[in-house]
């Protein structure tokens, strides 16, 4: 849809989008505490709380980080498991005047005390005593400021925030070489909630989310802020969230009826859930295969497509999953997304592709302590002056049905299972190894679908050409997701005519050399390991995690092993093994301790109306 105000390649979005700025989110928590005080808020794996209880524990620990010196714009860190401590702590950061800063727990501590100094934080929240962060920097648990009552004489501050105060400060991967952050306004998340709701993504009636996200990826957002609107959230715990069929019953105890997941995660959830009601599905962090949608669309399961960059807070475009195969869909109300060329002028013609800038209230400030990157990928929006647009680096054509899809990348980064990563990182750990000279990193297809970071390094005369430890050392600088698959030695890095290494060019990863398992448990362990994994062969000495495995892949181990063998087998069986016979040994036990346990019926909830 188009109108004379706005270019033709600009998407208009559907609905009023009037001049008011949403209520804010602390506001519309306020409103949900005293409507439903004993409404559950919470769920999770150490217990649950009430609205009631939740606007106490919030009010304490606001108390205390503004004792500690916290103000409004100030950054708190938030170092913490998926526990009900989590959303207390999010919120205790918003009512004291801050934004929050999540350090995730499972990262190296050497990333995370470089997030916490580079943010500049004033407080961390922790139950850690010495979590990894500057020296100085006060340390308060969750707990803190508690037990006391809150009335009318005792309650935290009423902050109530400007649309312009930060919100939260997330760090994505960086393409040189450091994580960067991102820092988004309460206006644009108050925005992401109230826009969602007049697409008809959030029905009316009160809804049970499952946080599934981890807090440090801005998919998360989207999932934890509807407890302001009043639903109550369950927080699906690491064990759970590891093991499908465990979550399956998790998302039937609770009755969760909105459930956020990349098309990866589902299509190890489906199975599981086949015989019950599915929640609505709210799916994102990487495209959407064809396979996939058709599954969905023909199924009659309620399900949403969305788009968007961490710099526009979560998600800007959207579509439900019906009718023809993967899009992107339109706008949400109040967002303006240009298809442009280089030249910035609008991309018209069905089929041509341009690159997508994204307008609107839900753009961020920009990277705190960048302000060159900043003016990069923050422009004038020459459609609407005195405005800024994002440029999103994505490409995207139109098709002659005026659908828009999603084509590619102009740049390096990648999404790979629901991660964004900037190949620059990567390259940039790799190349501070002691030995390295020279790296270089790709996105090799192990198999069909099955996208994999794959590194490349030169190393310096004399030094040992041991992959494997080079592997082991940049786990301790990176996050599981950064680190790649594997990683090849090579004499030289190839090069293009002007001196730049020819990525193209890079050879296949090595692969094991081929050995032929024993036949029985044995054989089959290690079939379903080649399978999923992608590789030829593989060997009783191979660790899973060098092959390439990753945590989607060990779930479908686990899983195909379940069914081929009938055995009671758990995630951590695979997750604590040394290698390819250690893990089989284990499978073996399990095979000797009997068929595996009829897994518990699932309660289909009731549909909401």
């Given at each position: 849809m188009t109108t004379t105000a706005e270019p033709a390649a600009t998407v208009q979005p559907t609905g009023p989008t009037g001049p008011a700025a949403p209520a804010d989110l602390l506001t519309r928590l306020r409103a949900a505490v005293a409507a439903h005080p004993d409404r559950p808020a919470v769920h999770a794996v150490d217990g649950s709380l009430?609205?009631?209880?939740?606007?106490?524990?919030?009010?304490?620990?606001?108390?205390?980080?503004?004792?500690?010196?916290?103000?409004?714009?100030?950054?708190?860190?938030?170092?913490?498991?998926?526990?009900?401590?989590l959303p207390v702590a999010l919120l205790a950061a918003w009512r004291a005047g801050a934004a929050y800063v999540p350090l995730d727990p499972a990262y190296p501590a050497e990333r995370i005390a470089f997030m916490a100094a580079d943010a500049g934080l004033a407080a961390v929240v922790s139950t850690d005593a010495a979590p990894p962060v500057p020296a100085g920097v006060p340390v308060l648990r969750p707990d803190a400021g508690a037990p006391q009552s809150v009335d009318a004489g005792d309650a935290a501050p009423d902050f109530t925030p400007d649309p312009l105060d930060s919100a939260y400060v997330i760090y994505t991967s960086g393409s040189t070489g450091r994580p960067k952050g991102v820092e988004v306004p309460h206006g644009a998340v108050a925005h992401l909630a109230a826009a969602l709701e007049r697409s008809g993504a959030y029905r009316p009636e009160p809804a049970v989310v499952g946080w599934n996200a981890s807090v440090s990826f801005d998919a998360s957002v989207q999932q934890w802020v509807r407890?302001?609107?009043?639903?109550?959230?369950?927080?699906?715990?690491?064990?759970r969230r590891a093991d499908p069929a465990r979550l399956a019953v998790?998302?039937?105890?609770?009755?969760?009826?909105?459930?956020?997941?990349?098309?990866?995660?589902?299509?190890?959830?489906?199975?599981?859930?086949?015989?019950?009601?599915?929640?609505?599905?709210?799916?994102?962090?990487?495209?959407?295969?064809?396979?996939?949608?058709?599954e969905l669309a023909d199924g009659g399961i309620d399900a949403f497509n969305l788009y968007g960059p961490t710099e526009c807070t979560v998600d800007a475009i959207t579509a439900p999953i019906t009718g023809p195969g993967p899009h992107l869909g339109e706008p949400l109300p109040g967002v303006r997304a240009h298809l442009l060329d280089d030249r910035l002028a609008p991309v018209t013609a069905p089929g041509a592709v341009g690159e997508l800038y994204l307008a609107g209230p839900g753009v961020a400030h920009g990277y705190p302590g960048h302000p060159g990157l900043t003016a990069g990928r923050f422009v004038a929006d020459p459609f609407t002056p005195g405005t800024?647009?994002?440029?999103?680096?994505?490409?995207?054509?139109?098709?002659?049905?005026?659908?828009?899809?999603?084509?590619?990348?102009?740049?390096?980064?990648?999404?790979?299972?629901?991660?964004?990563?900037?190949?620059?990182?990567?390259?940039?750990?790799l190349a501070a190894l002691d030995g390295v000279s020279a790296a270089a990193v790709t996105v090799h297809e192990?198999?069909?679908?099955?996208?994999r970071l794959a590194g490349y390094v030169v190393t310096t005369a004399g030094a040992g050409a041991d992959a494997a430890a080079l592997l082991v050392?940049?786990?301790?600088?990176?996050?599981?997701?950064?680190?790649?698959?594997?990683?090849?030695v090579l004499d030289a890095l190839p090069l293009t005519p002007n001196g730049k290494v020819d990525h193209r060019a890079l050879p296949a990863p090595a692969a094991a050399e081929e050995a032929a398992p024993a036949g029985g448990i044995d054989e089959q362990v290690a079939e379903v390991w080649r399978t999923v994994l992608g590789v030829p062969a593989v060997e009783p000495t191979d660790d899973f995690l060098s092959l390439g495995g990753h945590s989607l892949a060990a779930l479908r181990v686990v899983h195909l092993l379940r069914r081929k063998l009938n055995v009671e087998l758990q995630l951590r069986h695979l997750l604590d093994a040394a290698d390819l016979a250690a893990f089989t040994a284990a499978v073996r036990r399990a095979t000797e301790a009997g068929p595996a346990a009829p897994r518990p019926a699932l309660t289909a909830r009731r549909a909401a109306r």
């Amino acid at each position: 849809m188009t109108t004379t105000a706005e270019p033709a390649a600009t998407v208009q979005p559907t609905g009023p989008t009037g001049p008011a700025a949403p209520a804010d989110l602390l506001t519309r928590l306020r409103a949900a505490v005293a409507a439903h005080p004993d409404r559950p808020a919470v769920h999770a794996v150490d217990g649950s709380l009430d609205f009631a209880a939740l606007d106490r524990r919030t009010a304490a620990l606001a108390r205390a980080l503004r004792a500690r010196g916290v103000r409004r714009g100030d950054r708190v860190g938030v170092h913490l498991a998926r526990t009900a401590d989590l959303p207390v702590a999010l919120l205790a950061a918003w009512r004291a005047g801050a934004a929050y800063v999540p350090l995730d727990p499972a990262y190296p501590a050497e990333r995370i005390a470089f997030m916490a100094a580079d943010a500049g934080l004033a407080a961390v929240v922790s139950t850690d005593a010495a979590p990894p962060v500057p020296a100085g920097v006060p340390v308060l648990r969750p707990d803190a400021g508690a037990p006391q009552s809150v009335d009318a004489g005792d309650a935290a501050p009423d902050f109530t925030p400007d649309p312009l105060d930060s919100a939260y400060v997330i760090y994505t991967s960086g393409s040189t070489g450091r994580p960067k952050g991102v820092e988004v306004p309460h206006g644009a998340v108050a925005h992401l909630a109230a826009a969602l709701e007049r697409s008809g993504a959030y029905r009316p009636e009160p809804a049970v989310v499952g946080w599934n996200a981890s807090v440090s990826f801005d998919a998360s957002v989207q999932q934890w802020v509807r407890i302001c609107r009043g639903d109550t959230l369950v927080l699906i715990d690491d064990a759970r969230r590891a093991d499908p069929a465990r979550l399956a019953v998790l998302l039937a105890e609770h009755g969760v009826t909105d459930l956020d997941l990349t098309p990866s995660h589902w299509q190890l959830l489906r199975e599981p859930l086949a015989g019950a009601r599915v929640p609505r599905l709210f799916m994102g962090g990487e495209p959407v295969p064809e396979r996939t949608w058709r599954e969905l669309a023909d199924g009659g399961i309620d399900a949403f497509n969305l788009y968007g960059p961490t710099e526009c807070t979560v998600d800007a475009i959207t579509a439900p999953i019906t009718g023809p195969g993967p899009h992107l869909g339109e706008p949400l109300p109040g967002v303006r997304a240009h298809l442009l060329d280089d030249r910035l002028a609008p991309v018209t013609a069905p089929g041509a592709v341009g690159e997508l800038y994204l307008a609107g209230p839900g753009v961020a400030h920009g990277y705190p302590g960048h302000p060159g990157l900043t003016a990069g990928r923050f422009v004038a929006d020459p459609f609407t002056p005195g405005t800024r647009m994002y440029r999103t680096g994505d490409q995207a054509r139109r098709t002659a049905d005026g659908l828009l899809e999603y084509v590619g990348r102009v740049d390096r980064q990648v999404k790979l299972r629901g991660f964004r990563i900037e190949p620059g990182e990567v390259e940039h750990a790799l190349a501070a190894l002691d030995g390295v000279s020279a790296a270089a990193v790709t996105v090799h297809e192990a198999a069909p679908g099955d996208l994999r970071l794959a590194g490349y390094v030169v190393t310096t005369a004399g030094a040992g050409a041991d992959a494997a430890a080079l592997l082991v050392a940049l786990r301790r600088t990176l996050p599981a997701h950064l680190v790649p698959a594997t990683v090849t030695v090579l004499d030289a890095l190839p090069l293009t005519p002007n001196g730049k290494v020819d990525h193209r060019a890079l050879p296949a990863p090595a692969a094991a050399e081929e050995a032929a398992p024993a036949g029985g448990i044995d054989e089959q362990v290690a079939e379903v390991w080649r399978t999923v994994l992608g590789v030829p062969a593989v060997e009783p000495t191979d660790d899973f995690l060098s092959l390439g495995g990753h945590s989607l892949a060990a779930l479908r181990v686990v899983h195909l092993l379940r069914r081929k063998l009938n055995v009671e087998l758990q995630l951590r069986h695979l997750l604590d093994a040394a290698d390819l016979a250690a893990f089989t040994a284990a499978v073996r036990r399990a095979t000797e301790a009997g068929p595996a346990a009829p897994r518990p019926a699932l309660t289909a909830r009731r549909a909401a109306r």
